[in-house]
Each structure stands twice: as structure tokens, then as C-alpha cells.
Nanobody
Framework: VQLQASGGGLVQAGGSLRLSCAASGRTFGYYVMGWFRQAPGKEREFVAAIRWSGGNTYYADSMKGRFTISRDNAENMVYLQMSSLKPEDTAAYYC??????????????????WGQGTQVTVSS
């Protein structure tokens, strides 16, 4: 499986961006797709996730109400709509795919495949 993230860029505080993640290769048996982010000098942290079947969504508390994750099963795409962006949202954003069951999808170890990351920079 290959994951290709795109859509990052430079935006002013309060602005919006939509990230996309395209999955290719294996196109079956997806459990959950998620987004994580990593700022310089910090650990990679959970942002949001969505179940491939059923569409249940999960968010980190600091992203609730500002970020929305969605998917397009037919196109094997996952999106992260980000609004009301803050300078502290500046990070490299990574999409990830889990193809097995896990008791939690809030941590990196639950995911089997990772995209290359797309940089989001929010200026104040």
C-alpha cells in the first residue's frame, strides 16, 4: 500500500486548509485511516481517524470542532478539513492506514502504512 498526502501549505491564523490522502496498491481490508502530525522536536501526535466501514470518526480533543475527517471509499481517499487554524497547528501532517483490528487507533502503533507527510505552516 502506498499513501500519498497532499494539500499542505502556508496559511494565516484563522484560515483553512484541506489535506488529502490517496491510497493505492492494496484496496481491500482497510480498517481505519488516520491523520497524525509532528512538529519539530515533538512526538508524532494523533489528530483524527475514520473507520473505513461505517465512517465512525475520532478526534483529538484539541481538534474537535475545528477539524473534520472524511473519506471517499470509491476513490480510496481520506480528507482532513482544517479550519480556524492556529500557529500551534504548524506541523508535518501524516496520513496512516490500519489494516488490522486494534483496541485503539489513537496511537501510531495501530497503523501499518504511512504516507510521506505534508507540511502545514500557520502564521500568526
Amino acid at each position: 500500500v502506498q499513501l500519498q498526502a497532499s494539500g499542505g501549505g502556508l496559511v494565516q491564523a484563522g484560515g483553512s486548509l484541506r489535506l488529502s490522502c490517496a491510497a493505492s496498491g492494496r484496496t481491500f481490508g482497510y480498517y481505519v485511516m488516520g491523520w497524525f502530525r509532528q512538529a519539530p522536536g515533538k512526538e508524532r501526535e494523533f489528530v483524527a481517524a475514520i473507520r473505513w466501514s461505517g465512517g465512525n470518526t475520532y478526534y483529538a480533543d484539541s481538534m474537535k470542532g475545528r477539524f473534520t475527517i472524511s473519506r471517499d471509499n470509491a476513490e480510496n481517499m481520506v480528507y482532513l478539513q482544517m479550519s480556524s487554524l492556529k500557529p500551534e497547528d504548524t506541523a508535518a501532517y501524516y496520513c496512516a492506514l490500519a489494516v488490522r483490528h486494534s483496541p485503539s487507533y489513537y496511537y501510531t502503533g495501530a497503523y501499518d502504512y504511512w504516507g510521506q507527510g505534508t507540511q502545514v505552516t500557520v502564521s500568526s
